[in-house]
C-alpha cells in the first residue's frame, strides 16, 4: 500500500534492536485518515470472505481493526491485556510476548463475543515474530471460530511471523511488507 509506505518513509523512526517506531501515526498518535485507508484496503481484499467479525488486541490493533470492521460491517472485538475488575463473565485467555516490551502478558475475549459460527479477520499493527497473532489465533481456536485471514498494518517480514502465519496455512495480507532495516533504514519488499 503506496499510501502506508510513503508515511513510514517519511515520518518512521528505525531504533537499536530492529524496533520500527511509528507512533506519530498509528502507535500513539493516530492519524484517522491513514486508518480509514487501511481499513478499506483490508475490506478489499477480504470483501469475498465471509468475515463476521475483526478480532484485534488492545492498544495499536484497535485502530485499523475498527476501520476494517465499519467498512465490512461487522463488530469489532479487541483482545484485553488485563481483565478488568467489572468482567466476571467467562472468558479465552492467552499469553503473548510483546517482542518491543519484552513482557508476556495474558490477553482476554470475553467468550459471549466469539461464537464456533464466527469467520473471523484478525488484525494487527505489527507482525514481527508473531506473537500476538498466535494469541489471537489461540483464542480463536478456543472459541471454535474459524479464521478467514490475517491483516498486518506493517509487517517485519525478516523475521519469523510472516513465515509462521504461512506455514500453518492462514492467508495472511499485510499492507506494508518490510524486508530489512539495514543501516537504519527501513528496505521494503522488491526494494532489495
Same mark, same amino acid.
Given at each position: ?36 485507508? *487501511?481499513?478499506?484496503? !483490508? #475490506? ?6 465471509? *468475515? ?17 470492521? @465499519? ?6 472485538? !479487541? ?10 463473565? #467467562? ?5 503473548? @510476548?510483546? @517482542? ?13 463475543? &466469539?461464537?464456533?459460527?464466527?469467520? &473471523? &479477520?484478525? +488484525? ?25 485471514? +490475517?491483516?498486518? *498494518? ?10 509462521? +502465519?504461512?506455514?500453518?496455512? @492462514? ?6 511488507? +518490510? #524486508? ?5 533504514? *527501513? ?6
Amino acid at each position: 500500500m503506496k499510501l502506508l509506505e510513503d508515511r513510514i518513509r517519511r515520518d518512521s523512526e528505525v531504533l537499536p534492536g530492529n524496533v520500527l517506531k511509528i507512533n506519530s501515526f498509528l502507535n500513539h498518535q493516530v492519524d484517522p485518515e491513514l486508518m480509514m485507508a *487501511v481499513g478499506q484496503e !483490508f #475490506a478489499r481484499l477480504f470483501q469475498d470472505s465471509g *468475515v463476521t467479525k475483526v478480532l484485534t488486541c488492545e492498544a495499536s490493533g484497535i485502530a485499523p481493526g475498527v476501520m476494517a470492521a @465499519y467498512e465490512l460491517h461487522v463488530p469489532m472485538v !479487541f483482545a484485553r491485556k488485563k481483565k478488568p475488575a467489572t468482567l466476571n463473565d #467467562a472468558v479465552y485467555w492467552a499469553d503473548v @510476548y510483546s @517482542y518491543t516490551k519484552k513482557v508476556t502478558n495474558q490477553i482476554c475475549v470475553e467468550q459471549k463475543f &466469539l461464537h464456533e459460527d464466527d469467520n &473471523l &479477520l484478525i +488484525i494487527d499493527d505489527f507482525l514481527a515474530n508473531g506473537e500476538a497473532v498466535k494469541g489471537m489465533i489461540n483464542i480463536a481456536k478456543q472459541a471454535q471460530a474459524n479464521i478467514a485471514g +490475517i491483516g498486518i *498494518v506493517v509487517a517485519k517480514n525478516f523475521q519469523g511471523g510472516s513465515a509462521w +502465519i504461512k506455514e500453518h496455512g @492462514y492467508r495472511l495480507e499485510a499492507l506494508a511488507n +518490510i #524486508a530489512s532495516l539495514r543501516d537504519n533504514q *527501513v528496505h521494503f519488499m522488491g526494494e532489495e
